[in-house]
């Protein structure tokens, strides 16, 4: 069975710098895109940030010029580097991946990790 794991939340002053990292386990043939998304309290889940296999990215407005996110296909994960984090970047983020792995051999699935709280103090 395939899973994200990610890692790397915690509390951080605004300014500050964290690095998310997400690792896809399990046997894997082949991940299409990856994103990190993320849920304030009371918000609804919005995408932070994707990646495409290749390596074209998409980021949400708020985070333009302050996070960057990038890939390790070799190691099946993902990372969401964050800089000039803001009060309002507090949240948990969750890893997507679209996953083509040996428990759905004929068709590419959606998983998401269990995600990691990120609060940033002012």
């Known amino acids: 069975q395939e899973q994200l794991v990610e890692s790397g939340g915690g509390l951080v002053q605004a300014g500050g710098i964290l690095q998310l990292s997400c690792a896809a386990s399990?046997?894997?043939?082949?991940?299409?895109?990856m994103g990190w998304y993320r849920q304030a309290p009371g918000k609804q889940r919005e995408l932070v940030a994707s990646?495409?296999?290749?390596?074209?990215?998409n980021y949400a407005d708020s985070v333009k010029g302050r996070f960057t996110i990038s890939r390790d296909n070799a190691k099946n994960t993902v990372f969401l580097q964050m800089s000039g984090l803001k009060p309002e970047d507090t949240a948990v983020y969750y890893c997507?991946?679209?996953?083509?792995?040996?428990?759905?051999?004929?068709?590419?699935?959606?998983?998401w990790g269990q995600g990691t709280l990120v609060t940033v103090s002012s």
């Open positions: 399990g046997t894997i043939f082949g991940i299409n895109a």
């Open positions: 997507r991946a679209e996953i083509w792995g040996a428990s759905t051999p004929s068709r590419v699935l959606e998983h």
């Open positions: 990646i495409t296999s290749r390596g074209n990215t």
